[in-house]
């Protein structure tokens, strides 16, 4: 079946713009995670949800970041006034349902670019 | 903040040699899981091995964990070209997500 897309696989901006990535998670799962990955580094999370709510926001570094997932399957990571700090790779991953002994099956991610 | 530390960094073997790639994490765990990464993109999860677990094996694969010294180990045997990725250990997930290390760069020679 059909693992998690992201769109798009690559964004270039400049300064001070706004972004939006989008994930599709595969159907079905109701745990959905964004997770950022700098050079050479492991990926840091982001933001958690469990249906349609954000259960946990903790890792967003600043207002800037918001992210959305209206009815409860694709979401959205919205970046605002976007500076070259926040170039990384953006991952996506899904889960059958919450737990710490559920396997995350993760996107091919987006590679985010700040001129 | 990264849980876990994979050591080494990087490491590069023959091809059909085996490769080992150490683990430590700093807080208690339930479960500790490794994933493996081509080409900088597509994380993908190799095995899970619970804390009441010592040692798990999947094909080639096999992890063992130490939580009294915090610490697990992946083990790759019979190593071929396809296994050349990066390899991050991952602690929790549920609702806080997982927390990685900085990860192994392993490259098989031919």
């Known amino acids: 079946g059909a693992g998690v897309s992201q769109t798009p696989s690559n964004k270039v901006t400049e300064k001070g713009k706004y972004v939006e990535l989008r994930c599709d998670p595969i159907s079905g799962h109701t745990a959905l995670y964004w997770y950022r990955q700098s050079l050479g580094q492991g990926p840091e999370f982001l933001i958690y949800f469990q249906g349609t709510g954000a259960a946990d926001d903790s890792g967003l570094p600043n207002d800037r970041f918001f992210a959305v997932r209206p009815e409860g399957s694709v979401s959205t990571l919205k970046i605002q006034r976007t500076e070259r700090g926040d170039s990384a790779v953006y991952l996506c991953?899904?889960?059958?349902?919450?737990?710490?002994?559920?396997?995350?099956?993760f996107g091919p991610g987006t590679r985010l670019t700040v001129l | 903040s990264q849980q876990g530390e994979e050591d080494p960094q990087a490491l590069s073997i023959q091809e059909g040699e085996n490769a080992t790639m150490n683990c430590s994490y700093k807080?208690?765990?339930?479960?500790l899981q490794w994933y493996r990464q081509n080409s900088g993109r597509g994380l993908v999860h190799l095995i899970l091995?619970?804390?009441?677990?010592r040692e798990k094996h999947s094909g080639r694969l096999r992890v063992t964990l130490d939580t009294s010294k915090k610490s697990s180990s992946l083990l790759i045997t019979a190593s071929r070209a396809a296994d050349t990725a990066s390899y991050f250990c991952?602690?929790?997930?549920?609702?806080?997500?997982?927390?990685f290390g900085k990860g192994t760069h392993l490259i098989i020679q031919p």
């Open positions: 807080t208690s765990i339930n479960n």
């Open positions: 991953a899904s889960s059958p349902q919450s737990g710490s002994y559920n396997e995350q099956f």
């Open positions: 091995i619970r804390s009441n677990e």
């Open positions: 991952a602690t929790g997930g549920g609702a806080d997500g997982l927390t």
